[in-house]
């Protein structure tokens, strides 16, 4: 399996943290038995009485905190269940992947996994002699048990409050931005020369088709840079970070490619999987805080200042993207060679995603079309030129939905006098 599909698939799952830390807690049984062993066979006189635990209490005290802490991994898994079914029902069916990815929330399962496991095991393996390190581990054991059980019902109550989730996907998401901007190990061009582009597409051509349905997840850039020049071909690039394909379809073209070509290879460097990850796609970033402000402003939820929350971090996400985005269409080797032709993502596409459908389901409250106008403002206010004119050519978008004839008149002037200020800024 590709390695980086199976880190997607280990990190999304919810089982390997536990996993690590149950194994790490049946290595520790054995050494602390046969650490009470060579402790009594070889000090059995010189041991304080205090510290000697009588098997039966020993069975006693095992007992009773392996069922305290299934009673505490119980009443955890009920909270996970209230804070997916809010989630999915209040805010956004796509953030329960952020609660679920929580390291919190792994590490906490796994203490209790740790610590239910050393009482089981300890009161299945107690012999007939008394014991010493057990009883005083599993104590302490217990009391980290506790600890993290206090803070997990901490953290679950941070979650549920929508602007803690909100801007823990802000904070993500910024990471996601710089992540896909950073600086590679390849050459990146907006423009190329139309005749040697022309040239490389008059080679002989070569389409490779996907093998399974579902989102595209990772593009590995480097690798297919360096696939490229092992097979001295160029690669025009049908595909984008969460774009959905179909079985079958055209992934991408290799020009000049002579010699065998190797499906494995390609899938390596693309990972296509069921659901969109947030790993490269800041565009799913986006789409999450997009859809919190959707059930914001449903007449069911009825909460615009949630919408506005979101939209202001929408407005910070673009921003984000803004002062790093470029329109790279050519990626090229190290040597100078053109080795990929890329169809980017615009920025007018980050615009236009982000809010479509804020818009068409906010445009009967003036508080939601209001906060659209004001960050696109600030957006325009805090970028370069080129952000600026794109920002002001698709405002006409957001304004052309408001019907200003029907305004009253205090709703007509605070929309007029914050418009006034985001023309000034652009003109």
């Not at 996993?19 to 009470?36: C, K, Q, R």
């Not at 392996?66 to 805010?91: D, K």
């Not at 840079?225 to 097979?231: D, I, L």
């Not at 004119?389 to 914050?418: P, Q, R």
Request: proline share 2%; hydrophobic share 40%.
């Amino acid at each position: 399996m590709n390695r980086t599909k199976f880190w997607i698939d280990t990190r999304d799952s919810f089982w390997f943290v536990p996993l690590i830390y149950t194994s790490i807690s049946v290595l520790l049984v054995f050494a602390i038995n046969i650490l009470d062993s060579w402790l009594i066979d070889s000090f059995k006189e010189g041991i304080p009485k205090l510290l000697v635990t009588d098997k039966d209490v020993s069975i006693e005290l095992y007992g009773s905190l392996a069922t305290a802490i299934l009673t505490m991994t119980t009443i955890s898994f009920s909270v996970i269940m209230v804070v997916l079914t809010t989630y999915s029902t209040q805010f956004s069916p796509r953030t329960l992947q952020d609660f679920m990815r929580s390291k919190v929330t792994h590490h906490v399962l796994g203490v209790y996994c740790f610590g239910f496991t050393f009482a089981l095991l300890n009161l299945v393996i107690v012999g007939k002699n008394n014991v010493i390190a057990g009883p005083i581990f599993m104590v302490i054991i217990a009391l980290f048990c506790l600890a993290f059980f206090v803070f997990f019902i901490h953290h679950s109550a941070r979650w549920l409050q929508v602007n803690s989730l909100i801007g823990k996907i802000r904070n993500d998401a910024v990471k996601v931005i710089q992540h896909v901007y950073k600086k590679e190990n390849y050459e990146e061009y907006e423009k190329w020369d139309e005749d040697e582009i022309d040239e490389i597409k008059e080679m002989q051509k070569t389409d490779i088709y996907t093998i399974r349905s579902g989102y595209v997840q990772i593009i590995e850039w480097n690798k297919l840079v360096n696939y490229t020049e092992k097979n001295q071909c160029t690669i025009d690039l049908h595909v984008q970070v969460g774009d959905f394909i179909p079985k079958g379809f055209p992934l991408l073209s290799v020009y000049n490619h002579e010699s065998d070509y190797k499906l494995e290879e390609i899938n390596h460097i693309l990972v296509v999987g069921d659901e969109r990850t947030d790993i490269q796609d800041a565009e799913f970033m986006i789409q999450k805080l997009v859809e919190i402000s959707l059930k914001a402003i449903s007449p069911a939820i009825n909460d615009p200042h949630t919408a506005i929350n979101c939209i202001n971090r929408i407005g910070v996400l673009l921003i984000e993207i803004g002062e790093q985005y470029k329109e790279i269409k050519y990626i090229a080797d190290r040597s100078g060679n053109l080795r990929i032709l890329n169809h980017p993502k615009k920025y007018e596409d980050y615009l236009y995603k982000s809010f479509y459908q804020i818009r068409y389901y906010g445009k009967s409250d003036v508080s939601v079309m209001y906060s659209l106008i004001e960050v696109l403002y600030k957006i325009a206010l805090v970028s370069d030129d080129a952000i600026k004119e794109k920002v002001w050519k698709f405002h006409h978008y957001i304004v052309d939905n408001i019907k200003w004839d029907s305004l009253s008149n205090l709703d007509y002037n605070h929309l007029t006098a914050i418009y006034e200020k985001f023309e000034y800024c652009c003109k």
